[in-house]
């Protein structure tokens, strides 16, 4: 039996972990892996791909990044933004198809978020025995309870944090931490709470920036004269605006450049020395975690037993510190998003925490 494997979308810290698993358990059974290359694009005819075999896979579990490479670009988009699913054209499907069934292919690991989830699901319907497994720093998907790649992204915000607090300091200022979080604010308010942030802004809770000013000229009559705010990169401007870099031609729109916004606004209202610096892609980068590491690689074991299993158009799913799965059509376009009166706000607020609003 042959089985093939693809990341696609962002990349994430853990992609390599799920290809780990995916290699291990998929030997055991005697099975060969294909590892499809950028994503989808590496179906289209003639094919970009490699054999994966268990020794291309020694020392990948630590590494960042993916040894298949990945895109959120090209062919196969059938998203941009939440809800607006687009098809992907036909004649695409029936190319790919042509090269799959040539390469004698009984399974097809699809390793992404929404947007190549939502890819996935159209193949499975178009007939494809496909699994998914749930990728995204974001860790927005409300069909796993978790994802790969959102603790490392947390830890890297943590160690940001920690630095810009030691400046923050020196100088008693103000300084604007933002963070990745395109609809959902988890890596900002985990992030936010682990670093010791006082300001958390998430795109799920609407901000006054007057209460924020207040919030930080109390703390600095109360002789803390250092603030640190963490925003997430889709949180919306009082007046409704997100801010963003450009359109990011053919893929979703690139946001960016709220942190800075922020920071003016409340230099302007406080008074105080205010800088901002954006984490960017420093949060995909890296190693991933010991958690990531572990989680991946058991998505990977677990996808490739879904395969055994013949339980096509499934997607492997985290709940209660159990790994099973759910149908793809339940995990896509549907989006965890931060509760504004949810027990984590509340926790961050019962500490003091100013969230804005
Ligand atoms: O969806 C994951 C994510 O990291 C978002 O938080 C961010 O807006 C986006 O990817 C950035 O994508 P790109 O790599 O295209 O800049």
């Known amino acids: 039996m042959r089985i093939g494997i693809l990341n696609s979308g962002g990349d994430c810290p853990g992609l390599n972990a799920v290809i780990h698993g995916v290699v291990g358990a998929a030997h055991q059974l005697g099975w060969e892996v294909i590892g499809f290359k950028d994503g989808f694009e590496g179906l289209l005819p003639p094919g970009d791909f490699k054999i994966l075999k268990p020794s291309d896979t020694i020392g990948i579990l630590k590494l960042g990044g993916t040894i298949l490479g990945s895109t959120n670009k090209g062919h196969f988009a059938a998203k941009v933004g939440v809800g607006n699913v687009a098809e992907v054209p036909s004649q695409i499907i029936e190319k790919a198809k042509r090269t799959f069934d040539q390469m004698g292919i009984s ?83 985990w992030g936010g709470i682990a670093g010791g942030a006082n300001v958390i802004l998430l795109p799920e809770i609407p901000f006054s920036l007057e209460k ?64 901002s ?31 055994a299993e013949g339980a096509f158009g499934k997607m492997v799913s985290y709940q209660s510190y159990h790994v099973g799965s759910v149908p793809i059509e339940d995990a896509v376009n549907q989006l965890r998003l931060v509760e504004p009166d949810g027990e984590v706000v509340q926790a961050a607020k019962a500490v003091g925490i100013c969230m804005g609003d």
């Open 107 to 189: 399974a097809l690991i699809i390793v992404g978020g929404d947007g190549s989830l939502t890819t996935a699901l159209q193949l499975y319907h178009a007939g494809w025995p496909i699994i998914g497994v749930p990728k995204t720093i974001d860790n927005d998907l409300s069909a796993t309870a978790m994802t790969f790649g959102f603790d490392s992204a947390v830890t890297t915000v943590v160690d940001g944090l920690d630095r810009l607090n030691t400046t923050a300091e020196s100088h008693k200022r103000v300084m604007v931490l933002e963070v990745m979080g395109r609809h959902a604010g988890w890596i900002a308010l």
């Open 212 to 275: 924020v000013a207040d919030f930080i000229k109390d703390r600095d009559s109360r002789g803390h004269h250092a603030s640190l705010i963490v925003i997430a990169e889709g949180a919306k401007m009082p007046s409704g605006d997100i801010v963003t870099v450009d359109s990011n031609k053919g893929g979703e729109v690139r946001l960016g450049g709220i942190g800075e916004r922020v920071a003016e606004k409340l230099e302007a209202l406080t008074g105080k020395d205010t800088r």
């Open 277 to 307: 610096c954006t984490l960017g892609h420093l949060q995909r980068g890296g190693a991933p975690t010991a958690l990531d590491r572990i989680l991946g690689m058991r998505f990977g074991v677990k996808a490739v037993k879904l395969a």
